[in-house]
Structure formats: C-alpha cells, structure tokens
C-alpha cells in the first residue's frame, strides 16, 4: 500500500511540474542553426556535350549543434533541380520539407551554385508550415560540402546553415 501511495505522489508532481513546461508557450521568432545530411538520386537530361538538366530528389537528416532548436532532430526530403553548363551551376534550386520529431512540417525553397563535386554556396526562405507552424517565414545562408558518393547513381553531401524565423501574430 505504501509503494501505492509513493508511486501516486511521484506521478501528481511530475504532472503538477510538467504541466508548466507543456504549457508554456513557444518562442514566437527565433534564429536556428542546422548540420543537414544528404542523400540523393538524379536524373540527367543531357543537352550537349557541356550543358546537362540534372533534376534530383533526396532525404536527409538535419541537427542543431546546441541540441535543440527549429530544425533539430528532423528528418527531410528534399526535390529540386540545376541546369550544369561546362560543370558550373547557377540555378540549383528547390524545396525541402522538414519533418519535425513532434510531426510539424516547416518548408523551404532554396537556391545555390557552385561547380559540380564541389561545395557550393546558397540561401533559403521559409515559405510556411503546419501545425504549430502554419504560417512560419524566416531566412536562412548555408554551404554544401560534397561528399564520397554512397553507391553508384546516389550523392552525398551535408549542409551548414544558419537563419532566422518569425511566426505570424497570434490570433
């Protein structure tokens, strides 16, 4: 019976504690860091010998350094495309949806260019969410590293970004 009791006390005041962090209200703008790892498929539409339409559709991972943050811990798919002339790219572009650990999704199109198996430079713009996120905008600058591909016909690289966020005013 004393087990019972001490059990039931525990339980009501990590409840009575807990119920302030669960309540407490999210941060309404914020600036987020991320590590985003890559793995990717393409398809190349060859028009000449020095110009090559490469459309690709990948998954990944992304992670803050802090432990926490907008886009820590979630998973991502990302489509996009780049038009290559003489292996330099000006136009990579796309959309990444991140899936946070809770299930919210926030989306970003993104631009960049670089030389091909080569890092490349490039920002993106926050264009909405759902859930808790439904309305988000925000910025971000970011490198992309290349990486040694995994298998034949994949790509690997990883992403350092850093940004800022806002969600709309609450209703």
């Known amino acids: 019976?004393?087990?019972?009791?001490?059990?039931?006390?525990?339980?009501?005041?990590?409840?009575?504690?807990a119920g302030h962090v669960l309540a407490e209200e999210m941060a309404r703008e914020g600036s987020a860091t991320i590590r985003a790892y890559w793995i990717v498929t393409g398809t190349a539409l060859p028009m000449s010998k020095e110009l090559v339409q490469m459309n690709y559709d990948g998954y990944g991972v992304a992670?803050?350094?802090?432990?926490?943050?907008?886009?820590h811990n979630a998973s991502a798919h990302v489509v996009?495309?780049?038009?290559?002339?003489?292996?330099?790219?000006?136009?990579?572009?796309?959309?990444?949806?991140?899936?946070r650990p809770d299930g919210d999704q926030i989306f970003l199109t993104y631009k960049t260019s670089g030389q091909m198996g080569k890092g490349a430079k490039g920002t993106g713009t926050i264009v909405g969410g759902t859930g808790k996120f439904e309305g988000i905008t925000g910025t971000m600058?970011?490198?992309r590293f290349q990486l040694r591909p995994p298998a034949k016909g994949a790509g690997a690289s990883f992403s350092l970004g850093k940004g800022t966020w806002k969600l709309p005013e609450e209703k």
Not at 80 to 99: A, F, R, V
């Open 63 to 71: 992670a803050s350094e802090t432990g926490k943050g907008l886009l």
């Open 80 to 99: 996009g495309g780049m038009l290559i002339q003489k292996g330099i790219y000006n136009n990579d572009s796309g959309l990444i949806c991140y899936t």
């Open 1 to 17: 019976m004393l087990k019972k009791s001490v059990a039931l006390i525990l339980t009501l005041l990590i409840l009575a504690t």
């Open 141 to 143: 600058e970011f490198t």
